[in-house]
């Protein structure tokens, strides 16, 4: 078993070559603000595991994620509740827009919090949504800017 944690980063399409010495020739570029993050959890659950049909195999509920230099400090939030709009904090205009960029024909397919109701092939990939312009100049690399996920797997021993 192993598990894996990446951070995405869906950028609008810069359509707009008005600019100097712009082609628009087979040329698509990212627009440099307004990116959607989410974390894409990922890992493998052992062959005599099962979804747990009453409550799915990760509880929504459970997904917390949060950022800040060590966990002790870190702000976490119910992501996917937020997500959900059960506790009604994401923000319903950065909702369009992190919806309007994951839309693009040029952006991954990403269900966002969506527990998987079946794992035939014992591997598990599962979307967190972060916002948009969350990270939005806060590369770091000392690490004070760490990403922080905390979730139940609900899973049956077969």
């Not at 192993?2 to 010495?21: H, I, K, P």
């Not at 440099?32 to 099962?50: E, I, K, M």
């Not at 195999?57 to 917390?64: A, Y």
């Not at 949060?66 to 950065?94: N, P, R, V, Y």
Request: net charge negative.
């Amino acid at each position: 078993e192993y598990v894996n944690l990446r951070l995405v980063a869906v950028y609008q399409e810069d359509a707009d070559f008005s600019g100097t010495a712009e082609s628009d020739d087979r040329t698509v570029r990212t627009g440099r603000t307004d990116a959607a993050h989410y974390v894409q959890v990922t890992f493998t659950l052992g062959s005599q595991y099962t979804v747990n049909t009453n409550d799915g195999l990760i509880p929504l509920s459970s997904v917390r994620a949060g950022e800040g230099q060590f966990l002790s400090g870190a702000s976490m939030e119910h992501k996917c509740l937020q997500w959900a709009g059960i506790d009604g904090t994401f923000d319903g205009g950065s909702l369009k827009l992190f919806n309007q960029t994951l839309g693009q024909t040029c952006a991954p397919a990403a269900a966002m919090c969506t527990s998987p109701s079946a794992i035939p092939d014992s591997f598990v990939s599962f979307n967190i949504p972060l916002g948009v312009g969350v990270f939005e100049g806060l590369g770091s690399q000392t690490l004070s800017n760490q990403i922080f996920v905390d979730l139940a797997v609900n899973a049956v021993d077969a």
